[in-house]
Structure formats: structure tokens, C-alpha cells
């Protein structure tokens, strides 16, 4: 005979469970027919009514962890149990049933696991998982991270009811290369019953390594540049400078070069080595109004080794010099002569006697009254 039991850490005295003998002797005639009942195995852990044959728990301790099932051996003897009394047993097996009273636990304390700073985001990193000591759903569990949420996520494998630790945002080598994330298992249904006994979760260090990539250099800025250059500037002359780095720790040097697709007539030259981008022919603003060129920037390695390239875009814009304005190189060697040239300028022959004259000067933002 079985019976789906009591459930573990039930109080002395829960109802388990009635047995029912019968005598085919006359109940009419005498103690024939009245039976009786005792516990012949298993007395330690439950006791039987002696009149109504009712199975009660002797203890409060039953723990499915434990002991899961029980044997108990009950006897119903006739007369009333008087000597001469005929008798008979059966075995009752007694299945504890599973209640939420333990909390989720990580085998270990720290995991460790690795990661490309290359990674995608939303590429697992690894997977733990908690046990617990109960059974169906009060096994069921959640997981959260409690520190590390900034670059990390966890969700939940309903299958194998791991947790996986995933990336949540771009991983760099070269700011951080590890990280510690605690992951908190949670039980989903906590019983009032047994909150007394600590707390139903338990948390465990993920320790994430990054590894390193030969990343490609980083233009600044990134968003590409735009440099002015002097519509009559001669060949040779310094356009702008173009900066790039190595974010890799070992900082290899940059080299850099011109997209001739963006560049075919070769106006413009680069200086391999220090970004420096100047005139290769004279400018003709009258053909183009600006340039676009593309420059590629590489790190300087061996010529056998295979490195990532990236490119950043540079507008040239002209800077006009009005007609009849000096350029700055005549500005600085012939002040002179022009003074003397604005003492001699011609004087309008209806300027009458007292008049305020205005002398414009020929330097750019200069002017005298008199």
C-alpha cells in the first residue's frame, strides 16, 4: 500500500493517511469483529490511531533531503487485541512530499572565463549555474546581476535553467582588462513558512577576462577634418596635418597615404610619416570650388604582417584673397613702400576748402580719416 505523505517539516500529529481492516466474524457476537491497530515497524517516525486505524506523524523533522520514503508495518488484531486474538499486517510506504525550505546554491564561488574585446555585443561569455536541494517547481529560479550590469547582462536557459552571462556593451582591452560580475540566484516561489531559516538566494563572482585585438588606428577627429588653404598658395605649401594613433598598449606608429581614387590629378601629397598634407600643383579655383580626398592611415609594420587599414575623409576649402589685397608675405616686406605710395595718392580737384578727406588704406581692416 502507498501514500503520496505528509510534506516534510509538518508538524506531530498531520494526518498521513487510514487504514481499514475487516473481520468476518460476527460483529454482533462478542470482541470477534472489533479490531485494533498498532505499528509493528516504523514507530519511531509515525504512529497509528489504535481505534481508527488514522497514520500521524511522531515528528517535525521529516526531511525529503533526507529520507524521502518510509516504510511502516501496521498490525489489526481482532478481540479487541486480547490474548487469542487473531491478527494481520501490511506494509504502508510513505512518500514525503518536497516543500521550498532550500535555498540556491553555487558550487563555487568564482567562475572564470575569457573574452575578445572583438566580441559582438550579445555574445555569451559563459554559463553557471546554481543547484538546489528541492524539487519541481520550487527548484525554479531567477538570476540577476547584482554588480557588472554596466557592460553585462544574464538571462536564463529554461532548459537547463543556467544562467548566461552575456555581453551588454563593447569590451576594450586597453581601459579594463577584467572584470568581476556578481550573478545572484533568486528562488522564484519562497515559502513564508521558512523564511526564518536565512535567505532563499546565494551569489557567485564571474570573473571576465579580456583578451587583446590588433586594432586599426583611430583618426582625430574621427569624423574627418577640413582644412582652408590660400587660393594662390604655391606647390609645397603646408595644407593642414592629419593626426591618427595606434589605441593598441603597444602604440605602434601610423603611416599614412592618399587615396588616389579620390585624388587622380595628384594636387595634394601626404608625408607618410608625420600626416603632413601639402600642394602638389597650384590650385585652380575656377576648376574646383573644393577637393574631397580620402587619406588611409596603417600601422608601420613589417611589410610581411597583415593590419587593418581605416580611412578618414579631409575637405579643402579656398581661402580668397580680394583683389587689390596684399598677401601676407608682400604685408610684412612692403609697408614701407606703400606708405609712401598713400602720401602721393591724387586728391579729388572739387575737394573744397575744410573738408574731411578718407584715405583708404590697400592692407586689409586699416583706414585713416584726416
Not at 61 to 88: C, F, I, N, P, W
Not at 132 to 159: C, H, P, Q, R, W
Not at 197 to 205: A, C, H, K, Y
Request: include cysteine.
Amino acid at each position: 500500500m502507498a501514500s503520496l505523505g505528509p510534506r516534510q517539516q509538518s508538524r506531530p500529529g498531520t494526518s498521513v493517511m487510514k487504514v481499514t481492516a475487516s473481520d468476518a466474524d460476527d460483529p454482533a457476537y462478542g470482541s470477534s469483529a472489533r479490531v485494533v491497530y498498532s505499528v509493528l515497524d516504523g514507530e519511531k517516525f509515525f504512529a497509528v490511531d489504535r481505534q481508527t486505524g488514522l497514520i500521524t506523524t511522531a515528528v517535525a523533522d521529516l526531511d525529503r533531503e533526507t529520507q524521502d520514503r518510509y516504510e511502516l508495518v501496521v498490525k489489526a488484531t481482532d478481540m479487541a487485541g486480547q490474548m487469542g486474538g487473531l491478527s494481520g499486517s501490511t506494509t504502508v510506504t510513505i512518500v514525503i512530499t518536497d516543500v521550498n525550505d532550500n535555498p540556491p546554491r553555487f558550487p563555487q564561488k568564482m567562475y572564470q572565463f575569457s573574452v575578445s574585446e572583438g566580441a559582438a555585443l550579445g555574445t555569451p561569455v559563459g554559463r553557471v549555474i546554481a543547484t538546489d536541494a528541492d524539487m519541481g517547481d520550487n527548484t525554479d529560479m531567477s538570476y540577476l546581476i547584482k554588480e557588472g550590469g554596466d557592460l553585462f547582462k544574464v538571462t536564463t536557459d529554461v532548459e537547463t535553467q543556467e544562467a548566461v552571462v552575456s555581453i551588454k556593451k563593447q569590451l576594450d582591452f586597453e581601459s579594463k582588462r577584467t572584470h568581476n560580475v556578481v550573478v545572484e540566484a533568486v528562488n522564484k516561489h519562497v515559502d513564508p513558512r521558512f523564511v526564518d531559516l536565512g535567505s532563499f538566494r546565494d551569489q557567485t563572482i564571474v570573473r571576465v577576462s579580456v583578451s587583446d585585438i590588433d586594432e586599426p588606428p583611430i583618426f582625430q577627429p574621427a569624423e574627418g577634418t577640413i582644412m582652408e588653404v590660400q587660393e594662390d598658395a604655391k606647390v609645397g605649401a603646408l595644407v593642414g596635418v592629419v593626426t591618427a594613433r595606434d589605441p593598441d598598449v603597444k602604440d605602434t606608429p601610423v603611416r599614412f597615404s592618399i587615396d588616389r581614387t579620390t585624388d587622380q590629378e595628384m594636387i595634394f601629397h601626404i608625408d607618410p610619416d608625420s600626416g603632413a598634407l601639402t600642394l602638389g600643383k597650384i590650385l585652380d579655383r575656377e576648376t574646383a570650388g573644393w577637393h574631397n580626398i580620402t587619406v588611409k592611415a596603417v600601422e608601420a609594420v613589417k611589410a610581411s604582417a597583415v593590419t587593418e587599414s581605416v580611412v578618414s575623409t579631409v575637405r579643402i576649402l579656398y581661402h580668397l584673397v580680394a583683389p587689390g589685397v596684399p598677401r601676407a608675405a608682400d604685408a610684412q616686406t612692403g609697408g614701407g613702400d606703400r606708405k609712401e605710395k598713400e602720401k602721393k595718392r591724387p586728391i579729388r580737384e572739387s575737394v573744397g576748402v575744410g573738408e574731411r578727406l578718407h584715405v583708404a588704406a590697400s592692407s586689409v581692416g586699416c583706414h585713416s580719416d584726416v
